[in-house]
């Protein structure tokens, strides 16, 4: 079944050497990227508003896998966050494709069929390179182990029809024993289109390895995106959004990181 892509979302990796230290001066030097950002690409868009000046989440984020990491080699994720505020869980599974219509050929529907939150995206990264991401996510219980296939196998049907050489009782671990404590910082955004309004919501996301150095990120990454639950999507509006991407690429050196590891290939170069 044909799925509507809801949002196109870019990221691109930063330098991260450039946000090292206590949490106000990650958000100091957040507020400094978006200012230098702004008058990057004020020409393009027609107004931005805010800044990067918010913790909007903090989170404890594991991905899971077989030894032998046949999730992975399947073209899913299974990833799980926990609140550090509340301690509240979700699991998140994940499939990526540059073909969309190989992504959206699954049923991604979760077991907890009420509280599930499935969407379909495009996501964005340098230099322009495409991945169509078919997701859900659902809360568990504070009880509720992962430790077997079995355990995402139950909780998305679909996935044990679908995940090649499915046995339910295989063993999956935390990939690379690594849990990142995770900071999101948003309330800024660009507007890229007056009639219908449509504005593109950024923020920044700091990784940190729970067991590590509290004040040493390992992965910065800044991320944008506009949203249409009809896939409505014109050229003007899609062609500012290119033109702040390239921009960014091309005259932030400073700031960018052009080699960067995306967050999920971090994890996985931790199990290497």
């Known amino acids: 079944m044909k799925q509507n892509v ?6 691109i990796m930063l330098q991260k050497e450039r946000f ?4 106000n001066d990650l958000l100091q030097k957040a507020g400094e990227f978006w200012k230098d950002f702004k008058g990057l690409i004020q020409d393009i868009v027609i107004d931005t508003d805010g800044s990067l000046n918010e913790v909007k989440k903090e989170r404890k984020i594991r991905f899971y896998d077989t030894v032998d990491r046949c999730i992975r080699k399947s073209n899913y994720v299974f990833r799980e966050r926990v609140d550090i505020n509340t301690g509240k869980r979700e699991v998140t599974l994940k499939y990526r494709h540059p073909d969309r219509y190989i992504s959206q050929d699954r049923d991604m529907t979760a077991a907890d069929v009420e509280n599930g939150k499935t969407k379909f995206e495009e996501d964005i990264k340098l230099p ?19 430790n077997k296939l079995n355990d995402p196998g139950e909780l998305y049907p679909d996935f044990k029809k679908r995940l090649k050489s499915y046995q ?5 671990e935390v990939v690379g024993d690594f849990t990142a404590r995770e900071i999101v910082i948003a309330g800024a955004d660009f507007q890229i289109r007056n009639s219908p309004k449509v504005e593109a919501e950024c923020a920044l996301i700091a990784w940190y390895d729970l067991g590590g150095e509290k004040d040493n990120p390992v992965v910065v990454e800044f991320s ?28 932030l050196a400073a700031w960018v990181d052009p080699d960067g590891e995306t967050k999920t290939a971090y994890v996985y170069s931790r199990a290497s």
């Open 6 to 11: 809801i949002s196109r979302e870019y990221k």
């Open 20 to 23: 090292i230290g206590e949490q």
């Open 128 to 146: 322009f390179i495409r991945l169509y991401s078919f997701s859900t996510k659902q809360p568990i219980s504070d009880s509720k182990n992962l």
């Open 168 to 172: 339910e009782n295989v063993p999956i």
């Open 224 to 251: 944008f995106k506009y949203e249409n639950e009809k896939e409505e999507y014109d050229g003007e509006a899609s062609q500012k959004v290119y033109d702040v991407f390239s921009r960014l690429n091309e005259k």
